[in-house]
């Protein structure tokens, strides 16, 4: 039942679908469907299945960087209260499997290359019991006498390049450098991140027969399947994964971890189900992190400001054999020109767990430290920094010569600014007082990827008039049961009412999976295309073409005949599959999502606390499916932003590699008092090369550049400028201007 259209995505669909058809719920602000089982708590998340006969697993994480496993005292334990097994041997997978799927993630399980990494599982009648058990039983280890180094900038520190990013040359960066006007040459660190989604990671595992039905919380149910079938060396077709509701991901659950592996294993010993859920603690020292990064940002510029080199290359980590580096210099490759270039990331192994994709991997660190570099070139030119933005737009990317999709940052730029009231703004640092707070504006550009990703999606429109839309496909947060359910009322002209949405669930047709902002377009371009093919056989039953046919509300028209889609359908249901790939279009065209931020801070004139007073982020992705799920994804991304900037650190203990911070107590995320009011503008944008809606990627769009526009606040407040983030106050305070002096 294949659609006959291409599936390849090669020529940019310029038939503008969605604003042709009828029903008006596309791009409208609509609640989310599955709200109310939300906010009522009776969405069913990972850890929340009831499953007779369901025991519990907790992991026990080892307590030493580097070395060996020698002996696991189980018999000590095995006597506790409800305990049922230990298990510590053959697969159990001590590492977040991601990027490796067709691998074979399972490692040396007698190795330990990093602390917190899981070594055993205790599996008892309850939780408590478990954890109890989990607690008392004693690990001995050879502990590695020749250890990584673990700060990546100790010259020890074994660096290579990684394999997926080559490096970006044009010209001559040095020479530039020598004939520039102006330049600047600076280095910013930034520090490790975790995702800290709200649901901690956990699955119920259970067999039938040598079926594995797993339920949990993962992102990408397609490839999450692949990974748990590598790791238990079985066949994909004998896997099933459910996961309706996720609480979250923000990167750490694209891959499975190892709570998957473990409750599957031990599922199959015990003969019954196992769940596993991490605790907090476990999530933060074991899951994933970040990578915190160094990062050297050379500009060169004409008298007038015109960048004729720009360099920028970064220094991230990972554990040894990991494939991930942070794609620090992602979205410079395309955003300014300067033909005279050094784009290079390097990442040094280290002990500390693994490192992977965090919400806007590359962007969300490299762009606010290049945001922030602009800003010190701004101030050296002597030119508004919106000014020199938009002066250095390439008409193509530079060095390759591609050409741009579509890119809305002038107008998120001009729009932003007018919004927001730039033009309040004072050039010169510390010119507004209101009491004891400096009071400063900055500004920053946003960019982010946009990338398509495989995907289908099965379409039925039932015999009485109402449509059902089925893909493995996961909602994280983001708004996929809204957008989908808006994609097919639209195309198929039903009221939001009559479409039901059914995801998460790998007996259905794989969707894109939620990561790199691209579920949404991807798997949205499959449910169209889907709808493309009902509408294509309604029309025959018309008489007509699909061009001709006109739906709403469930009425059918071609050429002034109208019938009723129940009438049409004659009692029978009509069910299409639909699929996209990225195709020639990819290739072909740069396609990034755009937009600026715009940030109003006080900064203490005495202690040097900084708060966000007020922020404005415009932003062009193509197409908007949603405005309210949008929007939400923009503020997500800003408060990010605010925490990046401000409080966001992982601190790891340099003698043992162990996560400091392993909690929502000590690992600072912005609370509601470190958010004040967020504007959000949304662009009208249309980018046909980007997919078939026209849509490009949002999620990650708001965290790619915002710390940056809250640093160049901070500067333009007080005159201090901070090369390493997050600004704490510790490291203003010793730079601010007598408070004194200008207090009266
Ligand atoms: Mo994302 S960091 O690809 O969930």
Known sequence: MRIPLADLYNTPDERNLLDTMKQGVIGKPLDRPEGPLKVSGTATYSAEWKLDGCVEGMLVLADIPQGTVKTIHRDAILGMPGVLAVLADEA???????????????????????????????????????????????????AAEDRVAFDPQSPDAEVEQPSDQKPVKGGDLDQAMRDAAFSIDVEYDTPGHASAAMEPHATIAHWEDDHLILRGSYQMLAFNVKEIADCLSMSTKKVRIIAPYVGGGFGSKLGITH????????????????????????????????????????????????IIGLGHEALVSNLPAEDFAEPVTQATEFLYGGENRLLKVDVARICRMTAGSVRAPGEAVGMQVLEAAMDELAEKVGIDPIVLRKRNLPAKVPVEGTPYSSRMLVEALEQGAAQFGWNKRKAAPCETREGDWWIGMGVASAARVNMLIPAEARVTLKADGTALVETDQTDIGTGSYAI??????????????????????????????????????????????????????????????????????????????QRSLVD?????????????????????????????FFAEVGVHAFTGEVRVRRMTGAFGFGRVLNAKTARSQCLGGMVWGIGSALTEELAFDLRD?????????????????????????????????????????????????????????????????VRSFPLTLDKIIPHLPDPFASAA
């Not at 991490?278 to 899951?287: A, E, G, I, L, P």
């Not at 662009?683 to 708001?702: F, I, W």
């Open 484 to 561: 989908l359910g808006q994609i097919a009322g639209e195309m198929l002209g039903l009221p939001i009412s009559r479409v039901k949405v059914v995801l998460g669930d790998t007996t259905l047709p794989p969707g894109a999976g939620s990561g790199g902002s691209f579920g949404a377009i991807s798997t949205g371009s499959a449910v169209l295309r889907a709808c493309e093919a009902i509408r294509t056989k309604l029309a025959r039953k018309m008489d007509g073409d699909a061009e001709t046919l006109e739906i709403r509300d469930g009425m059918a028209s071609v050429d002034g005949r």
């Open 259 to 306: 709570e998957a592996v473990a409750a599957a294993i031990a599922s199959k010993e015990l003969g019954r189900p196992v769940r596993v859920v991490m605790t907090r603690q476990q999530v933060f020292q074991t899951v994933m992190r970040r990578s915190e990064t160094r990062q050297r940002v050379r500009l060169a510029a004409d008298p007038a400001g015109r």
């Open 657 to 721: 590699g162990h996560l400091v911070n392993h909690d929502l107590a000590e690992y600072h995320v912005p609370v509601h008092a470190d958010v004040p009011a967020l504007e959000v503008i949304l662009l009208e944008e249309r980018d046909a090369a980007a997919s078939p809606l026209q849509a490009k990627g949002v999620g990650e769009l708001g965290i790619c550049g915002a710390a940056g526009a809250i640093a160049n606040a901070v500067r333009n407040a007080c005159g201090v400028r």
């Open 568 to 596: 049409l359908l004659e009692g029978e249901d009509m069910a299409e599959i639909g699929s996209i790939k990225p195709g020639k279009t990819f290739k072909d065209f740069s396609q990034a999502s755009y937009g600026a």
């Open 92 to 142: 159990m997978v001590r590492r977040s499997a991601q990027g490796t799927a067709g691998k074979a993630p399972v490692q040396d399980v007698h190795t330990v290359d990093y602390f917190g990494q899981p070594v055993a599982l205790v599996v008892a009648d309850t939780f408590e019991q478990a954890r109890d058990a989990a607690l008392a039983l004693r690990v001995d280890y050879d």
